[in-house]
């Protein structure tokens, strides 16, 4: 069971990335996937989750409007979106997942103890 996250680089203020999380060894979409982000300094915070069965997505307001979740079971990868950049979406993103969702809910989605796998980190710097 393994998660990789990728996509994350260096873009300007205003730019857009494109993150994916890929899954081995097990189907994604069966799944509630969020992202996380944790900058220097500070606790690891949730960005954005996609339930299990895709009705339910979640983001949180410091994004909202700029990114967005998505999913592609052909590639069992999940997406975020990234666009207006700001320096401070600047941080370590990763991925996780937790089996149908069972820990993750409108109010859960953005803890980290709601997850039970986690992806490596991909750096995005947002920066002149």
């Known amino acids: 069971v393994q998660l990789q996250a990728s996509g994350g680089g260096l873009v300007q203020p205003g730019g857009s990335l494109r993150l994916s999380c890929a899954a081995s060894?097990?189907?994604?979409?069966?799944?509630?996937t969020g992202w996380f982000r944790q900058a220097p300094g500070k606790e690891r915070e949730g960005v954005s989750c996609?339930?299990?069965?895709?009705?339910?997505?979640y983001y949180a307001d410091s994004v909202k409007g700029r990114f967005t979740i998505s999913r592609d079971n052909a590639k069992n990868t999940v997406y975020l979106q990234m666009n207006s950049l700001k320096p401070e979406d600047t941080a370590v993103y990763y991925c996780?997942?937790?089996?149908?969702?069972?820990?993750?809910?409108?109010?859960?989605?953005?803890?980290?103890?709601?997850?039970?796998?986690w992806g490596q980190g991909t750096q995005v710097t947002v920066s002149s």
């Open positions: 060894g097990f189907t994604l979409r069966a799944y509630a």
């Open positions: 996780a997942a937790n089996y149908l969702g069972i820990k993750v809910d409108g109010s859960s989605w953005s803890e980290v103890f709601s997850y039970d796998y």
């Open positions: 996609i339930s299990s069965s895709d009705s339910n997505t």
